[in-house]
Nanobody
Framework: QVQLVESGGGLVQAGGSLRLSCAAS????????RAWFRQAPGKEREFVAA????????RYVDSVRGRFTISRDNAKNTAYLQMNSLKPEDTAVYSC????????????WGQGTQVTVSS
């Protein structure tokens, strides 16, 4: 089992940027795919982005493609989500997840970090 801890959330104005981090620990902390999901109030959890173990393959939901970038540093057991040109509709709790493959399923989850974008 991999333990995941997110950080980097906060309050930002529309058009601003944030970088989220997802630190992993545990027996297989550097292996497998990583993904970011988000859940806004009153809405279902939504896939945002995913990255393969090597970092060579990434996937994004259409609404963030070109604005968000997922990356990872396996030496630091950390995945990142760089978010630029933020919009109020990006406001949500962002959670990191780990799984064997980039397409899921994702069996390990972090507690989440709040991102609030003001207009």
């Amino acid at each position: 089992q991999v333990q995941l801890v997110e950080s980097g959330g906060g309050l930002v104005q529309a058009g601003g940027s944030l970088r989220l981090s997802c630190a992993a620990s545990g027996r297989t902390s550097s292996s497998g795919a990583r993904a970011w999901f988000r859940q806004a109030p009153g809405k279902e959890r939504e896939f945002v982005a995913a990255i393969s173990w090597s970092g060579g393959t990434t996937r994004y939901v259409d609404s963030v493609r070109g604005r968000f970038t997922i990356s990872r540093d396996n030496a630091k057991n950390t995945a990142y989500l760089q978010m630029n040109s933020l919009k109020p509709e990006d406001t949500a709790v962002y959670s990191c997840a780990a799984g064997a493959l980039i397409g899921g399923p994702f069996g390990s989850w972090g507690q989440g970090t709040q991102v609030t974008v003001s207009s």
